[in-house]
């Protein structure tokens, strides 16, 4: 019987094995497809911007966004424009100094 036992033993241990095995495949599996995939598409889109076919969709997206926005009735919230105006004095104040001859 004490064969029998370890072969048992021995088969139990197999299953484990495998169970835990592909177990930490799929949570691998998932936790790349989860995390990283995503980003490392955009990454890649980002590196191939250069593609004719990929400019014509940021070009595209780029016009939808602009027409969205000039399509609500404000554009920017007060904070956002209190912001805004404080930048452009700034720069209109440094623009006051060139010398254009």
């Known amino acids: 019987m004490n064969k029998d036992e370890n072969?048992?033993?021995i088969k139990?241990?197999?299953?484990?094995?495998?169970?835990?095995?592909?177990?930490?495949?799929?949570?691998?599996?998932?936790?790349?497809?989860l995390i990283f995939a995503e980003k490392l598409e955009n990454i890649n889109?980002?590196?191939?911007?250069n593609n004719k076919e990929n400019i014509d969709g940021l070009k595209d997206k780029v016009r939808l966004e602009l027409e969205k926005g000039l399509n609500?009735?404000?554009i920017f919230n007060e904070k956002d424009k209190?912001?805004?105006?404080k930048f452009y004095l700034k720069v209109k104040n440094e623009f006051k100094d060139i010398d254009l001859n």
């Open 82 to 85: 209190v912001l805004l105006y």
């Open 7 to 9: 072969k048992s033993d």
């Open 45 to 49: 889109k980002f590196l191939t911007i």
């Open 72 to 74: 609500k009735e404000n």
């Open 12 to 33: 139990k241990f197999f299953i484990k094995l495998v169970s835990i095995t592909l177990a930490i495949i799929i949570i691998i599996n998932v936790t790349y497809n």
